[in-house]
């Protein structure tokens, strides 16, 4: 009797199995690259459980190769950061699933399997938001300071960064307007260092930074904006002591001046008149 249920339970799994088989269950489905910062994880979604997955990658049309790091692995994502290597290639993923009760001795190329849009990270990774100062060099005039982001990429032992991997296709753009005014203005940087200038004296503004990467196609070119950092500002009520002493001097003076020309000219006035009476008088009538 137990070994007719054996048969029984086996018999009603193989039928299951083969059931999902014909079902396209096992293959990945919505297959995305996500990437930012250069580190790039492609990601599926599967409906069928105990699947493990093995990912195949290709370049340029080229052979499938292995990726260590994901050889029948049983997360639906994988990191294939260290693989994609040159960055500016367009490559292919091909992602396999074997369920735990298919034969190992099965050949990949039988297996379920999905193949991912092709993908340039080069030219399509996301940047994330920078980091930058600004600082006064003088009452017209800021530089911007912004730091590159780090990629998750190590070389030689070091960090690199995005400016490492895009080098002079990088730029930044600054968008800057006055604080309190919407009108922006925005400049394009050639370095992570930018020099803006043609500021009103004493005014606050407010700055925000993206990386721009003019080499890329035009929906990649930007990357995240900034958060926004605003100067401080001098408006012209709050003159500092120095311009309200010189502008009671200049406006003493003036006083003192007028004054004078005044007094000046009514003593010459009376003069002229009081010769003008002496003569009069003194003419013979
Ligand atoms: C880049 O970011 C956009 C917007 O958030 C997103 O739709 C896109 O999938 C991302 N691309 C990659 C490759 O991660
Ligand atoms: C998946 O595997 C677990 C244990 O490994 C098992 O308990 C479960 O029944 C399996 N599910 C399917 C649908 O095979
Ligand atoms: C720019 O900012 C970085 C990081 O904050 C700092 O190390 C560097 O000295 C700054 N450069 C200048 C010229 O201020």
């Not at 990601?43 to 990726?67: E, F, I, K, R």
Request: proline share 4%; with cysteine; charged share 20%.
């Amino acid at each position: 009797m137990a070994s007719l249920k054996t048969v029984l339970y086996l018999g009603v799994c193989m039928i299951t199995w083969i059931a999902t088989t014909a079902d396209d269950n096992f293959v990945p489905k919505a297959v995305h690259w996500m990437s930012l910062d250069f580190k790039t994880i492609l990601t599926w979604t599967t409906t069928a459980p105990n699947c493990t997955y093995t990912v195949l990658y290709s370049w340029d049309d080229g052979d499938w190769m292995d990726c260590h790091d994901c050889n029948e692995v049983s997360e639906s994502e994988c990191d294939l950061t260290n693989y994609l290597i040159p960055y500016d290639r367009t490559y292919s993923a091909d992602i396999k699933a074997r369920h735990v009760t298919m034969d190992h001795i099965d050949d990949l190329g039988d297996l379920p399997h999905t193949f991912s849009r092709q993908f340039n990270p080069y030219k399509e990774s996301n940047i994330s938001a920078v980091e930058f100062t600004v600082e006064a060099v003088d009452e017209s005039k800021v530089t911007v300071n912004i730091t590159n982001p780090l990629t998750s990429i190590h070389k030689h032992g070091k960090q690199l960064s995005i400016r490492d991997i895009l080098k002079n296709d990088l730029q930044y753009k600054i968008s800057y307007h006055k604080s309190g005014s919407t009108g922006k203005k925005e400049i394009i940087s050639e370095s992570s260092m930018a020099e803006v200038s043609e500021l009103d004296a004493g005014q606050s503004y407010c700055f925000m930074v993206a990386a721009y990467i003019p080499s890329r196609p035009k929906t990649t070119q930007q990357g995240a904006w900034s958060k926004q950092y605003c100067t401080r500002g001098h408006p012209a009520h709050e003159l500092s002591l120095g311009a309200w002493v010189g502008t009671v001097f200049i406006l003493l003076t003036v006083l003192i001046i007028i004054v004078t020309v005044t007094v000046l000219c009514c003593r010459c006035c009376q003069q002229r008149s009081k010769i003008l009476h002496t003569s009069q008088s003194s003419a013979p009538v």
